[in-house]
């Protein structure tokens, strides 16, 4: 079994018609994650009995995902697996209870595998903010795969499973998927539960899908999207037939152009390739207009006063006192908060606590924080406008193709300005996707992103089908199942 080869929906088929069990489903691969980790340091956690277990009883038509295997982003709650966000503080912590995205996974008779690694609580933009090492990039063992959700993209790219769940805040889903040459999709705010979600930035965080097409990805978020009672930020809209409404159609459709995100610190093959990418939607009869969006330039400034200014709130609750590390030379409660948090949580996640906690602190609230917030209004309104006159937004998702391990670490600037083109997207509650688009000429991916109005997934599902089938992205990676 090609597990890199195959898509969901196709697996789907094979497991329906007993072409294939769901047993040897699952069992390769578990052999192909085991086998590709020592390489790859995708997984912190591989269940092998456990998913062996699943798969034997799973009963016939068990679900849109009867047999499917997927791996879970490791700041994401699944009973009885390990949740440590990448982090030393939560130190074994094993939930008792299913995020509701994963409940509704199971409930499709998905079969998860492992719990994946990534940025320490989803803070960082290349994978090497985990306390358990840094992911490698499939393409290139070199490089990063993309952060937060490295692990994720990785595991989809190398073929280990058609599917995997991340979380995406500024990027953390479409860039990694971008990095590693797969489709990601983070949708509308509210699309998705995040209860089980181990909170970054309360009002940025979504739950998002990773898989090798677009249409792995419409049979995932038709499973979990919708109304969840655990969740008040959930909204209340009805679910479409996702796969049902995906056509290859886009005669018509109008795309929006920012052309001022094409100009400098932009890599000039990527930017070829993502006009490349434009013409084909100009060949397959969809309308090019140009639209502005002329706050864009303030997103990476607002994104890290507000995700820093609420981080610093949500992880106020790692302190030792109720779950995960605890100092044991710290007789005085305030030293124990300090010597546990100074232990437990590494650089990046301190460096944005401070931050956060000094953009909330008296005196400096209202020109910080509060100034974030109303350019974020501005933000939105400016989508807004230009979704008046286009049905999407192309940009590019990340400015460059994959870098090296190590090229970023110490200038933690250069490292926030990878999601300058993603991070509008969760500002605004918008859904965006990532599709693959080609290779760069020292063979990396290169993906460009696409952009909708509330709701608007189906339309990105339409438009990101169509190039697909135009432009078929068939290239694997050199470490792969």
């Known amino acids: ?15 329906a018609s007993g072409a294939v069990t769901a047993r040897e489903t699952i069992a390769a691969s578990l052999d192909a994650a085991e086998k590709l980790n020592e390489q790859l340091n995708a997984f912190l956690e591989i269940d092998r009995d456990g998913a062996l277990q699943r798969a034997e009883s799973l009963k016939a038509n068990a679900g849109a995902l009867a047999g499917i295997p997927v791996a879970i982003k490791d700041n994401l709650c699944v009973a009885g697996l390990q949740t440590s966000c990448g982090s030393r503080i939560l130190g074994d912590y094993h939930p008792p209870y299913n995020a509701t995205v994963i409940e509704r996974l199971l409930g499709a008779g998905a079969v998860v595998i492992g719990k994946t690694n ?14 358990f090492g840094a992911v490698k990039n499939p393409w290139d063992l070199s490089r990063v795969p993309g952060g937060s959700s490295g692990g994720s993209a990785a595991a989809v790219a190398a073929g280990i499973v058609p599917v995997a769940l991340g979380s995406d805040t500024g990027g953390s889903v479409r860039q990694p998927a971008s990095l590693s040459g797969v489709v990601g999709l983070k949708p509308t705010y509210g699309r998705n539960s995040r209860y089980g979600l181990v909170a ?40 479409p037939n996702y796969l049902a409404e995906l056509t290859t159609e886009v005669k018509g459709a109008r795309i929006g152009l920012p052309r001022s995100l094409f100009g400098e610190g932009l890599d000039a093959e990527v930017r070829a390739s993502v006009e490349a990418a434009i013409d084909v939607y100009r060949v397959l009869g969809a309308e090019v207009v140009e639209v502005e969006l002329p706050n864009a330039r303030y997103s990476i400034a607002v994104y890290y006063i507000i995700a820093t200014a609420e981080a610093s709130s949500n992880l ?49 609230y ?29 940009t590019p998702t990340s400015p460059t193709p994959a870098f090296l391990l190590g090229e970023k670490v110490d200038n933690p600037l250069a490292m926030y300005l990878n999601d300058i083109y993603t991070v509008t997207a969760n500002l605004a509650g918008i859904p965006g996707m990532n599709v693959p688009c080609g290779l760069s000429s020292k063979r990396l991916p290169i ?16 438009l990101a089908h169509a190039y697909e089938t135009a432009q078929p992205f068939t290239e694997r990676p050199p470490i792969s199942a």
């Open 447 to 462: 993906g460009f992103q696409l952009l909708g109005g509330y709701w608007s997934e189906p339309t990105l599902f339409r």
């Open 200 to 239: 970054f930035a309360s009002s940025l965080d979504q739950v998002g899908i990773f898989a090798r097409n677009t249409g792995d990805v419409a049979r995932v978020l038709g499973v979990i999207a919708g109304r969840d009672p655990h969740d008040a930020t959930t909204a209340d809209v009805p679910v």
């Open 118 to 131: 990534c940025d320490e609580f989803a803070m960082g933009s290349s994978n090497e903010n985990s306390a």
């Open 366 to 394: 209202e020109a910080y924080y509060g100034k974030a917030q109303q350019v974020r209004a501005l933000i939105k309104q400016d989508f807004e406008k230009a979704f008046a006159r286009c049905d999407a937004i192309i």
């Open 316 to 364: 106020a609750r790692f302190d030792g006192v109720r779950y995960g590390l605890r100092a044991d030379d710290a007789p005085e409660l305030r030293q124990m908060y300090r010597k546990t948090r100074e232990a437990g949580f590494g650089a990046e996640v301190k460096r944005r606590i401070m931050l956060g906690t000094y953009v909330l602190s008296a005196g400096y």
């Open 1 to 15: 079994m090609d597990l890199g080869k195959t898509s969901a929906g196709e697996l789907a088929t094979q497991l």
